[in-house]
């Protein structure tokens, strides 16, 4: 069994090998048949050394990107090849393709990047801190109140730009030594201006219901899916209705680890298209692509996971639950809104019908809700957020200057060409 299990897993690195390579051929022939980027161009870099499967960590900042764009072109260091086809496919900001630190040293020598922004903690980010004379700001992929929002690695970047005071709130109370004032620079939730896709669907009378469920986690800590737990059961119960609308958008990771959390994903699938067959006016929708906004903005109500989705829809400021995880060992921040949600837990789930219509109706939970967006996103008028991005933008430009002009005629120089281990291109 252990020959046959070594030789499974062989099997499938040299798949992943000669498909990361097929990549990398396909990337450099598209990018080859393109214009060269300009030299001295480039003034913000998005650092991304993922693969497409955390795609979605990138998406959400595309259209606050191409805005501040605008004003300071950006430019997208990708390190995988997988991530940087999808990127080129997609309604990204130019793309450099830097799969080795050579590659990146490169590149950076050419421009006058000054921002590095990072959407997630990939350990990779740390070759991209060697090169100092530039600000390295952690922007995030989304606000929540996972154990995700407090780890150290803040402490890594110089800048953080965060949504509001819940979240300054929450790195004060966690890290020790963390100049919070200091250090993160509020600005809301831009992505809010910038909801993107169209309905897929007819409005009419239906209420409508997103369920949006994160993965099943790779740790206890972490179990906070619910497609396994809640999830069939709140569908099945809202498909047979004939009053509802359901919109399921799962975690594009769901049942990586568990294949039992796997296959209960794809029977809400089946369902949602069985539903689809038997009543073609119900219009249901599975919905896995890449535009985010028109869900959070057209759904009567939300139902998520412990997840950056809480956030999003709270951005929105309309009625949502969450649903409370079946694993007592997944660690809830019972510090922030998660101490004054609207839970749903595995037995209300057999009740969603009225679960829903109470949330809609009960104004002490309206009232709440209102309370707790001003809280994590202070002022959600339209455009106000993505001024605050901009301004911040700004800031550390003018801080940059500051720094630079100290050393006006002086030489420094603070990278090299030597190769440091892991300067392979990704195959």
């Known amino acids: 069994m252990g020959a046959m299990s070594d030789a499974k897993k062989a099997y499938r690195l040299l798949r992943r090998a000669l498909a990361s ?6 990337v450099r022939r598209r990018l080859a048949d393109a214009p060269p980027h300009p030299e001295g161009h480039y003034q913000v870099a998005v650092y991304f050394a993922d693969g497409a499967v955390n795609m979605y960590q990138m998406r959400q900042w595309y259209r606050p990107l191409a805005a501040l764009a605008k004003h300071r072109p950006v ?5 995988q090849a997988t991530g940087a086809e999808r990127l080129l496919e997609e309604d990204a900001p130019p793309v450099a393709f830097v799969p080795t630190v050579r590659d990146l040293e490169r590149f950076i020598a050419k421009q006058d990047i000054r921002v590095v922004l990072y959407v997630n903690q990939n350990t990779r980010n740390f070759q991209m801190f060697r090169y100092g004379r530039r600000w390295h700001v952690f922007i995030n992929h989304g606000e929540s109140d996972k154990m995700y929002m407090t780890t150290n690695q803040y402490k890594a970047y110089d800048y953080a730009l965060v949504a509001g005071q819940a979240a300054r ?8 030594d963390y100049d919070v004032d200091e250090r993160t620079i509020e600005i809301g939730r831009p992505q809010a201006d910038h909801y993107s896709g169209t309905l897929p669907y007819t409005p009419d009378d239906r209420t409508v219901v997103l369920y949006a469920p994160t993965w099943e986690g790779d740790r206890p800590s972490a179990h906070y899916g619910s497609i396994a737990s809640h999830g069939e059961t709140l569908v099945n119960e809202l498909l047979a209705t004939g009053r509802h609308r359901v919109i399921y ?3 594009p990771r769901s049942g990586v680890v568990d294949g039992a959390y796997g296959s209960a994903h794809k029977r809400i699938v089946a369902a949602i298209a069985a539903a689809n067959a038997a009543d073609s006016s119900a219009q249901h929708v599975y919905d896995h692509g890449a535009d985010l906004g028109w869900q959070l903005s057209a759904a009567d109500v939300a139902i998520v996971d412990i997840s950056a989705m809480v956030y999003d829809r709270l951005a929105a400021g309309r009625p949502l639950m969450i649903t409370r995880p079946s694993d007592e060992r997944a660690s809830i921040d019972t510090k922030g809104y998660l101490a004054d949600c609207e839970w749903l837990t595995v037995d209300g789930a057999r009740d969603i019908v009225a679960e829903v219509e109470r949330v809609r109706a009960d104004e002490a939970a309206v009232a709440r809700l209102t309370m707790w967006v001003q809280h994590y996103f202070g002022d959600t008028t339209p455009g106000v957020a993505t001024a605050k991005f901009h301004d911040a933008i700004e800031q550390l430009f003018e801080e940059w200057e500051r720094w630079h002009a100290h050393e006006v005629g002086t030489v420094v120089t603070d990278e090299d060409d030597d190769d440091e281990e892991g300067d392979e291109e990704e195959i």
């Not at 390579?21 to 396909?26: C, D, L």
């Not at 430019?75 to 390190?79: E, I, Q």
């Not at 709130?169 to 020790?176: A, E, K, M």
């Open 21 to 26: 390579r097929a990549a990398v051929q396909r």
């Open 75 to 79: 430019v997208v260091l990708a390190r």
């Open 169 to 176: 709130d929450r790195l004060s109370r966690t890290l020790w």
């Open 249 to 251: 958008r799962p975690h």
